[in-house]
């Protein structure tokens, strides 16, 4: 059985940084995961996506060069730099099933996994 579990999440200034960490347990898939995040009122958007065999990385445009998306084994990993407060939102780490390499889909409903969300809460 596949357990997505973030951790990470917490209260910063803007120009802060914070690391979310998301524990896969039971999953073995090459394939496509990532972070996505949801802002009161607003729709879930994709933040950083990667497929865990290699290839391109994709970024939201509001946050290249300010985040960072790792893997290390079973751990996915949100490098946050230069936060600002419109980055503040619930994060969801997300995985997919099987999936060979290629382009990973950047809605949310293309994916299984899901973790149960980290608050990330930014200040001017």
């Known amino acids: 059985q596949v357990q997505l579990v973030e951790s990470g999440g917490g209260s910063v200034q803007a120009g802060g940084s914070l690391r979310l960490s998301c524990g896969a347990s039971?999953?073995?898939?090459?394939?496509?995961m990532g972070w996505f995040r949801q802002a009161p009122g607003k729709e879930r958007e994709a933040v950083a996506l990667?497929?865990?065999?290699?290839?391109t990385i994709y970024y939201h445009e509001s946050v290249q060069g300010r985040f960072t998306i790792s893997q290390d084994m079973l751990t996915l990993y949100l490098q946050l730099n230069s936060l600002k407060p419109e980055d503040t939102a619930m994060y969801y780490c997300?995985?997919?099933?099987?999936?060979?390499?290629?382009?990973?889909?950047?809605?949310?409903?293309?994916?299984?996994?899901w973790g149960q969300g980290t608050q990330v809460t930014v200040s001017s």
């Open positions: 997300a995985a997919q099933g099987p999936r060979s390499r290629g382009t990973c889909p950047l809605s949310g409903y293309e994916y299984k996994y």
């Open positions: 039971g999953y073995t898939y090459s394939s496509c």
């Open positions: 990667m497929h865990t065999g290699g290839g």
